[in-house]
């Protein structure tokens, strides 16, 4: 099935660094590279990061992205309670005429 | 700094269309290079894309709503809109407007019942 696939959660501790990856295919993340959004409970999404590290301004310097051939990973250090979260990442996918997004990875800081 | 924000009806009958405005401050919709979009969220689900407008005024769709779905501009407003025919309830979310996206308007909550 085509998409972006994101594990569903994961848990670190409170100051841990934590890695969540994005894997899609050549003709999306391998392509075109991927974007990186954080939604917290009841808000709209947020902008993290665009075509793989491109950082907007405001963005902590605590989060980092990259991308290896069609996997995006993002990387936050030194966890807060704040960094708790959803986070998406979603691709262009030229072959598909689509914008599609990964399911989310929610992020508990334990 | 651009705001968005969306409009409309909070509660649609199946079969109905539903209609969303997106209204932008801050920064003209048909200046620059941007993309206008709209995405939704199912309640306790992840993200969908819906399709975008550029500031040129071409269009996009996602393949598995192009069928129901048309997105405008009108630049004298600065406002971008969605329709979606034929609704059921698996339309029922929270939609989003974006200018793609790096700036997003709250979301407006919509049933279909």
């Known amino acids: 099935q085509a998409g972006l696939a994101q594990p569903p959660s994961v848990s670190k501790g409170l100051g841990q660094t934590a890695t969540l990856t994005c894997t899609g295919n050549?003709?999306?993340?391998?392509?075109?590279?991927a974007d990186w959004l954080q939604q917290r409970q009841g808000h709209p999404p947020k902008l993290l990061f665009y075509?793989?590290?491109n950082r907007p301004s405001g963005i902590s310097e605590r989060l980092s992205a990259s991308r290896s051939g069609n996997t995006a990973s993002l990387t936050i250090t030194e966890l807060q309670p704040e960094d708790e979260a959803d986070y998406y990442c979603s691709a262009w996918d030229g072959s598909l005429r689509d914008q599609l997004f990964g399911g989310g990875t929610k992020l508990t800081v334990l | 700094q651009l705001q968005l924000q969306e409009s409309g009806p909070g509660l649609v009958k199946p079969s109905e269309t539903l209609s969303l405005t997106c209204t932008v401050s801050?920064?003209?919709?048909?200046?620059?290079?941007?993309?206008w979009g709209w995405v939704r969220q199912p309640p306790g689900n992840g993200l969908e894309w819906i399709g975008s407008v550029f500031s040129g005024g071409n269009t996009y769709y996602s393949p598995s709503l192009k069928s129901r779905a048309t997105i405008s501009a009108d630049a004298s407003k600065n406002q971008f809109s969605l329709t979606l025919s034929s609704v059921t309830a698996a339309d029922t979310a929270v939609y989003y407007c974006?200018?793609?996206?790096?700036?997003w308007g709250p979301g407006t909550f919509v049933t279909v019942s």
């Open positions: 050549n003709n999306n993340v391998g392509n075109s590279g």
């Open positions: 974006s200018r793609v996206f790096d700036f």
């Open positions: 075509r793989d590290n």
């Open positions: 801050g920064a003209s919709i048909s200046r620059g290079s941007y993309y």
